[in-house]
Antibody, heavy 123, light 111 residues
């Protein structure tokens, strides 16, 4: 059974960089897309972006200028960095395994989720 | 504003059936068979219930079923149970640069 666990600071100051790491256990990070998804308190889900195990990435255009997702296959981990954060970035951040379609880059469903971690942006 | 449109709330009595709709465009729901549905209980992570429009992951009850017609996908829950009370989100691949879009979520209340 694949399990994902987010780790990182729960409080980030405005204008600073939010950094989270996701550790994958129970399976290899290879051959899948790995996503970050967030959910502001009381609101819906927003896909932030994904990284393929080979390092290829794709980001939500609304966040693209501030997002970097990286992978460390030797540690079975992938990470999120979101720069210049504001209060609007306060959310529960989920890491997740994402299924791919027959064409590279097509993502079809999120089948395993981490428990989520609340990140609050406040001075 | 979410890319996919869902009703804010639906309700039903135990044993009844309910359907939640998810409306998109020909660039997402209507153009690809990559609609998925997620169940989220308060304070918990979402759980995949349906993928590729109508497929159930192993372990998901067959009371949950999915379908699609044109630009609208639907999730039907039959034989409603108290444990089904949760928020439900649809999602779809999109040919736009966003790639993966979600609906705004539907709160299911079991009366």
């Amino acid at each position: 059974q694949v399990q994902l666990q987010e780790s990182g600071p729960g409080l980030v100051k405005p204008s600073e960089t939010l950094s989270l790491t996701c550790t994958v256990s129970g399976g290899s990070i290879s051959s899948y897309y790995w996503s970050w998804i967030r959910q502001p308190p009381g609101k819906g889900l927003e896909w932030i972006g994904y990284i393929y195990y080979s390092g290829s990435t794709n980001y939500n255009p609304s966040l693209k200028s501030r997002v970097t997702i990286s992978v460390d296959t030797s540690k079975n981990q992938f990470s999120l960095k979101l720069s210049s954060v504001t209060a609007a970035d306060t959310a529960v951040y989920y890491c997740a395994r994402t299924r791919g379609g027959p064409i590279f880059g097509v993502v079809t469903a999120v089948d395993y989720w981490g428990q989520g971690t609340l990140v609050t942006v406040s001075s | 504003q979410s890319a996919l449109t869902q009703p804010a709330s639906v309700s039903g009595s135990p044993g009844q059936s309910i359907t939640i709709s998810c409306t998109g465009t020909s660039s997402d729901v209507g153009g690809y068979n990559y609609v998925s549905w997620y169940q989220q209980h308060p304070g918990k992570a979402p759980k995949l219930m349906i993928y590729d429009v109508s497929n159930r992951p192993s372990g998901v009850s067959n009371r949950f079923s999915g379908s699609k017609s044109g630009n609208t996908a639907s999730l039907t829950i039959s034989g409603l149970q108290a444990e089904d009370e949760a928020d439900y989100y649809c999602s779809s691949y999109t040919s736009s640069s966003t790639l993966l879009v979600f609906g705004g979520g539907t709160k299911l209340t079991v009366l």
